[in-house]
């Protein structure tokens, strides 16, 4: 078993984090409170490779491996989560998807743009009542002979008023339920598409997150990926690597807050000498190290699984319930290590507690991977 990253990797690692604490850090208290989608930081990171890391070099893509795209998350993460779901929504839920079940044509007319950064793509799953109930689609895809007719409104979606492509989930027989759920490709200037207000959120606040309408949307039947009633299936193992991605970001999180107040605490002083000193900060300091360090582990070994094309879906599960409950955790420990200073806004933490609790509820909330492991568990399907 070898613990060791590869040179490459170290070397994404390290472009990652320079970016991330050169580039992001500088506005991102202003983003975040103003709800400033970061335009020039994007374009930025389309440049640098991290908006393709996995797509193969022949479509436009980085192609690298799930390890460097977890440690890229990791290190954008720990400064910016706003950023990061960029990247993570671009690659693990558009991306891969295309490229694992589309057709080249597809591939040619919107993998290559997606994979260049230059435009943003969408993964629109989520309705007003199908959020974690994905079978309970309401959008529909009405088969018309040579088009579909999508009509229908989809919920939460990041990159949803800044992308230019759209995967939607949409069901065409709904006798068959989930069997007859579909995946379409829409272009954002079809006829009858409309971007709804962008939400104000608790955390994440620079990210665009939208509701999408669709009214008699036509979609050509090529922009159908996979076949007919291959929907449901494209977006569980879709979604399967996406919980690798929001994993990493949690992981980010955590490890961000940790670093600060691991920093704060040799500098804070308190009863005469730097916090650090007292034990009950060193407890803190070390069941944060000690999680943080698990969650790591256990995302390397999915994305590991993941890169040597094994089953890798028990393990994901395991590493986004996991990983995200640490974040939470994590940073409501910094918060309390700054003491008065981690409540405002200057010492970061109190963002990055904000920005962890997203990472319990998307991609599937912390009760869904619990589903997923425990129905897993049962078939015999082990990590």
Not at 52 to 67: A, C, K, R, S
Not at 127 to 136: H, K, R, V
Not at 307 to 320: C, I, N, R, V, Y
Request: aromatic share 8%; charged share 25%; hydrophobic share 40%.
């Amino acid at each position: 078993m070898d613990f060791q990253f590869t040179e490459e990797q170290l070397m994404i690692r390290d472009m990652a984090r320079n970016f991330a604490q050169n580039v992001l850090k500088q506005g991102v208290i202003e983003r975040d409170r103003d709800m400033i989608y970061p335009t020039d930081e994007v374009k930025q990171m389309a440049e640098l490779g991290f908006l393709g890391m996995m797509v193969d070099p022949q479509y436009n893509g980085g192609g690298m491996d799930t390890i460097s795209y977890v440690l890229a998350m990791e290190e954008l993460s720990k400064v910016d989560a706003s950023c990061s779901v960029i990247v993570s929504v671009n690659n693990s839920l558009v991306c891969w998807g295309l490229e694992k079940y589309g057709t080249e044509a597809q591939k040619e007319k919107y993998l290559k743009r997606l994979a260049s950064g230059e435009c943003l793509g969408a993964f629109a799953l989520s309705e007003p009542e199908a959020g974690s109930d994905a079978t309970s689609q309401r959008t529909t895809a009405e088969d018309k002979g040579d088009y579909y007719l999508l009509n229908g409104i989809k919920n939460w979606i990041t990159n949803g008023g800044k992308a230019e492509i759209y995967l939607v989930i949409a069901q065409t027989h709904p006798e068959k339920r989930h069997k007859g759920i579909n995946v379409l490709i829409v272009e954002r200037d079809s006829p009858g598409f409309e971007v709804g207000v962008k939400e104000d959120k608790l955390g994440i606040r620079a990210s665009d997150t939208h509701s999408l309408i669709f009214t008699d949307v036509k979609v050509p039947k090529e922009n159908r990926i996979g076949d007919d009633g291959f929907g449901f299936t494209f977006a569980m193992n879709t979604l399967n690597g996406g919980r690798i991605g929001i994993a990493a970001q949690a992981l980010g999180i955590a490890s961000g807050a940790y670093e600060l107040a691991l920093a704060y605490s040799k500098v804070r002083k308190a009863f005469g000498t730097e916090i650090c000193n007292h034990q009950a900060i060193q407890f803190k300091l070390a069941d944060m190290a000690t999680e943080i360090e698990a969650a790591r582990l256990m995302i390397l070994k999915a994305a590991y699984l993941k890169d040597q094309g094994e089953d890798f879906s028990t393990l994901a599960a395991m590493a986004k319930s996991f990983a995200s409950d640490v974040a939470m955790k994590t940073t409501i420990e910094a918060v309390q290590i700054h003491g008065g200073y981690g409540y405002v806004k200057e010492y970061h933490v109190e963002r990055l507690m904000r920005d962890a609790k997203i990472t319990q509820i998307y991609e599937g909330t912390t009760e869904v991977q619990k589903i997923v492991v425990s129905r897993n568990l049962l078939k015999g399907i082990t990590v």
